[in-house]
């Protein structure tokens, strides 16, 4: 019985190793980097389901069997899922990649060339498949980011029928596609939401931004590395060993297959990258252009706290006691094609006033919200008015702008009571003004920030 157990043990292990099938193999490791527990090493092969993991210096470049290219930058967790490839019959190929946390990029080898519809690259939270493609993902365990250097991808939440076990694209209603000619452009989805939202790339949230790409990264065949703007280079991805490379990379650049085959340490020297053109890195993002407000009025008895006019800066709306600004530094605000976003109030300051004695009163807010679309390019916003006797909803519905700037001129529309003018930040804040009637002799007016 022993003896059966033993040899049942044995089987059961021996499957095990036949079904970890050889996924790819390093060829280029620095700082801190590890498969499974141990440190990666320069020449070692990575097998299916292996985790692969790096620290705030680490990288590592797997070539794929069908000589693709999965790049690990710092702060990343990830692993080959699944590997298989049928080179006669491409049907019967299946390839899965998954992006745990931090920030990776996949280009697409042979046999996802020849099996599209069997290739998936999952998040947390998002199903990624492509159309013969290079592109960079960011995702932590609630949103996911996507860019394309290119090709082209289409990307869907983990929602109705697609599903983190399903192989190959999610492709319905509420996927969406990103192709390498929308330059500058991402695709993000968050945890839950029905269809990816498109968002300009030259923001802070970008991939390429979290983590940038080693200036030696290879260049993507439309002419784009990890980083925008370098040139078309088609890489080598054998690890080459000549004297040109070392002095690029450095005197402490080591070959760790001669050096240190075993590499028991934790860190990793620099090892010798694929021979690519040293390309400098992209420059810093813009700033985005920041939304600020001030009371420009004396209010009672309390002196302004603004003027009319702030200096580098562009006054988007004005109402009875405040003033708002958006800066003119900084990336403009460039609206997304579709998807929607909701915002909670985080400040505001108001004051009623009696149409007929002119007194003014401060009054608080509550319960306030803000709901974008833009699909439709429509806005919808409320909140409750607290005047220490009473309180009264207000509500306000209008149009964005392809800029970001809200307008809305529906204070008696039976369904509104609110005047409205301001504008988004980012996708992450808004700010407006608002008049309105809380009755036939009062009314209100003030400011209201909102954050997500």
């Known amino acids: 019985m022993i003896r059966q157990s033993i040899l049942l043990a044995g ?10 099938a050889e996924a790819g193999k390093i060829i280029f490791v620095a700082g801190n980097a590890q498969v499974l527990d141990k440190p990666a090493v320069l020449g070692a ?4 389901g292996e985790l692969l993991s790096t620290g705030a210096d680490g990288y590592v470049y797997v070539k794929t069997v069908d000589n693709g290219l999965f790049i690990l930058r ?3 967790k990830a692993r080959i899922a699944s590997y298989h ?5 491409p049907a019967n190929t299946r390839i899965k990649l998954e992006l745990l946390s931090g920030v990776a990029r996949s280009q697409s080898g042979e046999a996802v060339k020849l099996a599209r519809q069997n290739f998936r690259f999952n998040t947390p939270v998002a199903a990624i498949g492509v159309r013969g493609t290079d592109f960079t993902v960011f995702t932590d365990q609630d949103t996911s980011r996507v860019a394309v250097i290119s090709g082209g991808i289409t990307i869907s939440g983990f929602v109705g029928g697609c599903r983190p076990e399903g192989s190959g694209p999610c492709e319905g209603n509420t996927s969406r596609e990103l192709t390498a000619a929308q330059k500058g452009q991402l695709l993000q989805v968050q945890r839950g939401q029905a269809a990816p ?8 949230l970008a991939p390429d931004t979290v983590a940038p790409p080693r200036s030696d990264e290879p260049a993507g065949k439309g002419g784009n590395s990890g980083a925008p703007g370098t040139s078309s280079t088609e890489p080598s991805l054998d690890v080459k060993k000549n004297l040109a490379l070392q ?3 450095g005197p402490n650049a080591v070959d760790e297959s001669k050096t240190n085959p075993g590499n028991t340490g934790g860190t990793n020297p620099v090892s010798p990258p694929p021979v690519v053109d040293v390309q400098p890195l992209p420059p810093p ?4 252009r920041e939304i600020s407000w001030g009371r420009w009025a004396t209010v009672l008895g309390e002196a302004p706290t603004s003027g009319i006019e702030k200096a580098g800066a562009d006054r988007i709306a004005m109402n009875e006691y405040f003033v708002l600004f958006r800066s003119r530094e900084g990336a403009a605000f460039v609206a997304p094609e579709r998807g929607s976003l909701t915002f909670g109030m985080s400040d505001s300051a108001a004051y009623m006033k009696d149409v007929g004695t002119q007194e003014k009163l401060p009054v608080t807010l509550a319960n306030g919200y803000l709901q974008v679309n833009f699909d439709t390019s429509n806005f919808a916003t409320g909140f409750d008015v607290n005047t220490g006797t009473g309180s009264y909803a207000m509500a306000g519905v209008g149009k964005v702008g392809k800029d970001g700037l809200l307008g809305a001129q529906s204070k008696y529309l039976p369904s509104a009571n609110l005047n409205i003018s301001g504008a988004l930040t980012n996708m992450n804040s808004a700010a407006y003004l608002f008049q309105g009637s809380l009755d036939e002799r009062r009314s209100v007016s003030g400011i209201a920030e909102f954050k997500r």
């Open 11 to 20: 089987a059961m292990l021996a499957a095990q190793a036949a079904q970890a």
């Open 45 to 48: 092969m990575v097998n299916e």
């Open 74 to 76: 710092p702060n990343t």
């Open 85 to 89: 490839v049928d080179a006669k019959n």
């Open 197 to 204: 939202q498109l968002m300009q790339g030259n923001s802070l």
């Open 247 to 249: 002095n690029k990379i």
């Open 285 to 288: 993002a813009l700033p985005v």
